[in-house]
């Protein structure tokens, strides 16, 4: 069984029920979720042996956290206990012209003022084949930068593949700040998985002619974007998603996979959401799994696209769906029909 190992934060996430705004009742469902945690728990569904290291207080919502891993059979053996505060994101769901709101509150989190002596990698990388984490995750502050740089050594010195999702917070950092730690990190990078704003804003790469407010991808132009960033850190593999957005409630959404010859496209799904949070998680956990299955270009990117328009189906951070449901999907039934 193939071994995954992902690395960053997990969060209390707070949210009004339903379309609710902020405090229109009194109420907030309390669930958990963050980039990394999102794609070690697709990767469990899938089967394979799938590891989630990050740093979490020894209190009871800390271990309601390392619970909610478990629960999927996420390997929460590596997870290093310590520190005072669990990061909280708020969410505001948005509903047609309404955009969703976040709301961060994760300064001196446990994982953000973690330091490099918590993590001995060469355990935790004892037996993996493949490194996840997000451009989330340096952007913490503190020692982070550092101790993402101490993994991505430690994981090529064993030869393990690791992939990166860019993933610009521009609440925690700035381009700047982004710009020079992410080029650091992507020098170690195999797989970079991108969307339409996050190489313009690490890396000030675009594609042309396109208007992604108005609804206008032009192909050519994220062909462009993927063979920059390959040819600028030696990526073996760029992948991209491609979201048209028409509203909060309604989105076009398909990805592009380049592998240094080839570019593939996925079909486009036309997606009714009902949670976007998560949805490129879990097109990084399709992606990873693909890939490690010895899929075909091809069929990597259309499994990762269907697998992240399922999760637009599903309440909270987390994707809920097996193989077999992607692979329905991707093959091309989409008709949303009652099974019986």
Known sequence: MKRVVTFGEIMLRLAPSGYYRFFQNDQMQATFGGGEANVAVSLANYGLDSVYVTKLPKHAIGQAAVDS??????????????????????????????????????????????????????????GADWFHFTGITPALGGNMVDICLEACKAAKAKGIKISCDLNYRGKLWTRAEAREAMTKLCEYVDVCISNEEDAKDVFGIEAENTDIYGGKLNHEGYKSVAKQLADKFGFEKVAITLRSSISASDNDWAGMLYDGENYCFSKSYHLHIVDRVGGGDSFGGGLIYSLLSGKSTQDAIEFAVAASALKHSVEGDYNRVSVSEVEKLAGGDGSGRVQR
């Open 69 to 126: 891993l478990r629960y999927f059979g996420v390997d929460t053996t590596k997870i290093v206990r310590g520190g005072d505060r669990i990061g909280i994101y708020f969410l505001e769901k948005g509903a047609s012209q309404r955009g969703s709101v976040c709301i961060y509150d994760r300064a001196h989190s446990a994982i953000a003022e973690a330091a490099a002596s918590d993590f001995d990698w060469d355990s935790i990388f004892e």
